[in-house]
């Protein structure tokens, strides 16, 4: 009984490696647990970064103001805690633009590597055509799509050489 409890101890303890998972591209799941388990968590800014990058590949960004919040002990932290701060702002700045078509020119934000950074950036600017309630931007050699629809989800799909690469959802 000794030698299983002494097995089990430590998976209990360790059994969910956030290094590793996020290494593996299993964002989600890095966002998810650390979500479930931010208090556990909130001193450790290394581990904090790690799940609110997760959280912005898996589009968790309901989950960063807690994590932007606790980003403030070290110089990277609060780097980090910009980063998320600026495309939590970038998605509900675009999600107003889509249900109550607010007026965006006034904001200047910095352009991230993003999907949503990219479209507001570029709804900003004035680079973009509506056809049919759908807006579409052109990004480099990518075509951008965005539309809403009835259940308040703003869509976002990447086209590259006209083939759906990538799509988001946000609420």
């Not at 807006?135 to 006209?162: A, F, P, R």
Request: include cysteine.
């Amino acid at each position: 009984m000794k030698k299983f409890l002494l097995l089990i101890i430590p998976f209990i303890l360790f059994g969910f490696d956030i290094k590793k998972e996020y290494l593996a591209k299993n964002y989600k799941s890095v966002c998810k647990y650390g979500a479930k388990n931010f208090y556990k968590l909130k001193t450790n800014e290394d581990l904090l970064s790690l799940i609110g990058m997760s959280c912005v590949k898996s589009d968790y960004f309901i989950y960063l103001p807690k994590i932007i919040n606790a980003l403030k002990y070290t110089k990277q932290g609060r780097n980090n805690a910009l980063y998320f701060s600026i495309l939590f702002l970038e998605k509900k700045l675009l999600y107003s633009y889509m249900m109550d078509n607010i007026n965006l020119s006034y904001y200047r934000l910095p352009m991230i590597n993003h999907p949503v950074s990219i479209v507001v950036t570029n709804l900003i600017q004035h680079k973009f055509e509506k056809k049919n309630n759908i807006i579409i931007i052109k990004h480099n050699k990518d075509i951008y799509k965005i539309c809403k629809d009835k259940e308040m989800k703003v869509y976002i799909d990447i086209y590259k050489d006209k083939k759906l690469v990538e799509s988001h959802w946000y609420r």
